[in-house]
């Protein structure tokens, strides 16, 4: 690694000294990435998570449960900062999580990230082919998602229109010939991933542990009845459970032992 010569006067990023060779399967791969933080994840598996800005409620819940689990396996959760679907991923990942931006890093885009885009930067990885200064323009979006593709052994649509920017990156994924994969959706809810399904370019996941164990892997924890699951006996606001216990929830669910639905916990025994 070494330090880019801007950043005498400015403090945001350094340079990679070797694109990872994942991007080489791109016909055009970056010529140079910048990047704050823990490099290291570079080296771990790596699954990339796309989707909707317009994401619902029921979306976000998959996407949480999924990355959670992912992040249990030790697999890093790659995404582009985005409202809706990335940010969700993000939040879940962390710290295992390479946010992907479309603008030099001394720019937080979009703001309502803000808080969760400097916790990227403070405790996972975040990287961009963009120096300071450089402002998110349209096309950028499409050149960023490129990356999100290209560094990640699968790539997951969560939730997408037929005509969108996160179906660009299905359609890259298979040109390259990436996994695909989508999450289950109601007919005319997710139109561009169901289409994916139909046309047999992605396969759905049913279990997120059993998907998050073909890239790491998942540890089994004996949990008995104890604090988290009295307090959650008669059901409580997922953002109370949260607060109280972090993200050790989403584990309980994936065990079986609570149940999440419309945004509350519940014990399941």
């Given at each position: 690694l070494k330090r880019c010569r801007s950043c005498l006067s400015k403090r945001y990023f350094m340079k990679l000294e070797i694109i990872p060779e994942a991007l080489n399967r791109l016909k055009?791969?970056?010529?140079?990435l910048?990047?704050?933080?823990?490099?290291?994840?570079?080296?771990?598996p790596k699954v990339a998570v796309v989707g909707s800005r317009k994401a619902s409620v029921y979306t976000k819940e998959c996407v949480t449960a999924l990355c959670a689990a992912l992040k249990s396996a030790n697999v890093c959760v790659v995404s582009g900062g985005a409202i809706g679907v990335d940010i969700t991923a993000h939040k879940a990942a962390m710290p295992r999580t390479i946010g992907v931006f479309a603008n030099g890093l001394d720019i937080i885009y979009p703001a309502q990230n803000k808080?969760?885009?400097?916790?990227?930067?403070?405790?996972?990885?975040?990287?961009?082919?963009?120096d300071d200064g450089e402002p998110p323009i349209a096309y950028r979006f499409l050149e960023r998602n490129r990356i999100v593709v290209g560094l990640a052994q699968a790539l997951v649509v969560a939730q997408a229109d037929l005509r969108s920017g996160s179906m660009q990156s299905a359609r890259l994924a298979n040109e390259l010939k990436i996994p695909l994969f989508v999450l289950p959706q109601r007919i005319n809810e997710s139109s561009g991933t169901n289409a994916l399904l139909a046309n047999k370019k992605a396969e759905l996941i049913d279990d997120y542990?059993?998907?998050?164990?073909?890239?790491?892997?998942?540890?089994?924890?004996?949990?008995?009845?104890d604090e988290i699951l009295k307090f959650c006996k008669n059901g409580v606001s997922l953002d109370?459970?949260?607060?109280?216990?972090?993200?050790?929830?989403?584990?309980?669910?994936?065990?079986?032992l609570v149940e999440i639905s419309n945004l509350r916990v519940k014990s399941a025994l």
């Open positions: 055009n791969p970056p010529k140079e910048n990047f704050i933080g823990d490099t290291s994840l570079l080296s771990m808080a969760a885009i400097r916790e990227i930067y403070e405790k996972g990885l975040a990287l961009s082919e963009y542990v059993k998907f998050a164990s073909l890239f790491g892997e998942v540890k089994v924890q004996e949990k008995t009845s109370e459970a949260l607060a109280k216990f972090g993200e050790i929830i989403y584990e309980y669910e994936l065990d079986g």
